[in-house]
């Protein structure tokens, strides 16, 4: 069983930044995928970024050039990086893995960006 663990999110305001952690239970570097989604008040839970095991990388528009993910295999842990927020990236943010088939969420956490 994998366990995913948020930690990161706050209050920032406009035009701030935010680094986003995630950390696994077990080794990140056999997961085939990780990333981000993130569910607003309301609204459906939307892909934010994720990483493959073969190093590719997806960015949601409306975060490209701001948010950059990044994994340390060392530490079993995924990043966000949040830079240039928008109060339009207020939300809960989940990690996720897949592994063989099976997908795993953490609990999320909350990120507030006030204008």
């Known amino acids: 069983q994998v366990q995913l663990v948020e930690s990161g999110g706050g209050l920032v305001q406009a035009g701030g930044s935010l680094r986003l952690s995630c950390a696994a239970s077990g080794s990140i570097s056999l997961f085939n995928a990780m990333g981000w989604y993130r569910q607003a008040g309301g609204k459906q839970r939307e892909l934010v970024a994720v990483t493959t095991s073969s190093s590719s990388v997806t960015y949601a528009d409306s975060v490209k050039g701001r948010f950059t993910i990044s994994r340390d295999n060392a530490k079993n842990t995924m990043y966000l990086q949040m830079n240039t927020v928008k109060p339009d990236d207020t939300a809960l943010y989940f990690c996720?893995?897949?592994?063989?088939?099976?997908?795993?969420w953490g609990q999320g956490t909350q990120v507030t960006v006030s204008s």
């Open positions: 996720y893995a897949r592994l063989w088939g099976a997908t795993y």
